[in-house]
């Protein structure tokens, strides 16, 4: 279970999941985490699932350019 937690922003996947980037702390260490949240009563209450990813803060910077090449890809296409 997390120490501490700031969402960053909430995506929208469906009416019940929606993916949830946050930075975590966890035994006095943060993280970035992206998971999936799921609702089972018209989102009153969104609970994690065990779907997701935690990145290192020294893996963020190879991940913004991973994300950045994804969108240079994604806007050639269109």
């Known amino acids: ?3 501490s937690s700031k969402l960053l922003v909430a995506i929208d996947r469906s009416e ?3 993916l949830h980037v946050a930075i975590n702390e ?3 260490r943060s ?3 992206l998971r999936i ?3 089972t009563d018209n989102g ?3 609970r994690p699932t065990q779907k997701g990813v935690t990145c ?3 893996h963020l910077e190879t991940l913004r350019d991973a994300v950045e090449e994804a969108m240079k890809e ?3 296409i269109e």
Do not use: C, I, N, S
């Open 31 to 33: 993280y970035l985490d």
């Open 16 to 18: 019940r999941e929606k």
């Open 1 to 3: 279970m997390a120490d």
């Open 26 to 28: 966890y035994k006095g």
């Open 37 to 39: 949240f799921y609702t």
């Open 44 to 46: 009153e209450t969104w």
């Open 56 to 58: 290192a803060p020294e």
């Open 74 to 76: 994604f806007m050639a």
